[in-house]
């Protein structure tokens, strides 16, 4: 596994993106740019194509969208919520209708966008694992392991912190 520092929010909005162009993970900074091969010199086009250099992301189809938000209907437990948003997804528009019940329930758009961010974030790590990428994080500061004590655990948290 090649080690590789990674914003995986930003990462994850990117699967999510509508934006015209193609997102490519540059694997030698792991920077994320938004390209349209289109708009691109046939140097630039090949220059993406050289898989040991760049990683070109997919994007969530239609399909993939609405599977998320019936994945997170599926564990969601509120009465007033979640039958607007079932009869939302029923509907012609189902995402943009979605999206407007869920302004009416606050709590229930940040459950949502946490599921979201956490279900993407997921995606991304089976992407980057097949691709033989290891995210590290953004802050370059590596997940303390499970088995430090807690008290060992703080000092070093404080350290961090300082």
């Known amino acids: 596994?090649?080690?590789?520092t990674l914003d995986l929010d930003q990462l994850a909005a990117a699967l999510d993106s509508r934006e015209r162009g193609t997102h490519f993970l540059d694997l030698d900074s792991g920077a994320l740019r938004l390209l349209d091969p289109d708009d691109l010199s046939l140097e630039?086009?090949?220059?993406?194509?050289?898989?040991?250099?760049?990683?070109?992301?997919?994007?969530?189809?239609?399909?993939?969208?609405?599977?998320l938000r019936e994945a997170f209907l599926h564990q969601l437990r509120h009465p007033h919520a979640q039958p607007l948003l079932r009869a939302a997804l029923d509907s012609r528009r189902a995402l943009r209708a979605f999206d407007y019940e869920l302004d009416l329930f606050p709590s229930v758009r940040e459950a949502w966008q946490a599921f979201a961010l956490n279900r993407l974030k997921e995606e991304l790590l089976v992407l980057l694992d097949e691709a033989g990428l290891e995210p590290l994080p953004a802050d370059g500061r590596l997940p303390l392991p499970d088995d430090v004590p807690e008290g060992i655990r703080r000092r070093l948290e404080k350290g961090r912190e300082g």
């Open 1 to 4: 596994m090649r080690p590789l």
């Open 44 to 67: 630039e086009r090949e220059e993406l194509e050289d898989p040991e250099r760049y990683l070109p992301l997919p994007r969530l189809t239609q399909e993939d969208r609405l599977e």
